[in-house]
Nanobody, 114 residues
Framework: VQLQASGGGLVQAGGSLRLSCAASASRFNVLAMAWYRQAPGRERESVATISAGGRTNYADSVKERFVISRDNAKNTVHLQMNDLKPEDTAVYYC?????????WGQGTQVTVSS
């Protein structure tokens, strides 16, 4: 599985961004998908996950602000990020899982200015 993330950029606090991750997978619909992020000097952390069946889960820090969704027809997962805060600044990574296998995208930078 190859993952291509896009949509990062520079935004002011309170603004919005939409990240997208396109997957090259013959059976995208069976994959669990997720977004992680890693800020400088910090460990990579899970931001949002969506199961093959569409069940979602969010880190407490982004609940009510971020929405993860998937489009199985287009092999794509999105992360809508609203009310962005400077502490959301990080490299965001797309992740796919199936059983014990996991794949990572290349990351996209999100910078939120105060």
């Amino acid at each position: 599985v190859q993952l291509q993330a896009s949509g990062g950029g520079l935004v002011q606090a309170g603004g919005s961004l939409r990240l997208s991750c396109a997957a090259s997978a013959s059976r995208f619909n069976v994959l669990a998908m997720a977004w992680y992020r890693q800020a400088p000097g910090r460990e990579r952390e899970s931001v949002a996950t969506i199961s093959a069946g569409g069940r979602t889960n969010y880190a407490d820090s982004v609940k009510e602000r971020f929405v993860i969704s998937r489009d199985n027809a287009k092999n794509t997962v999105h992360l809508q990020m609203n009310d962005l805060k400077p502490e959301d600044t990080a490299v965001y990574y797309c992740n796919a899982r199936w059983g014990s296998a996991t794949w990572w995208g290349q990351g996209t930078q999100v910078t939120v200015s105060s």
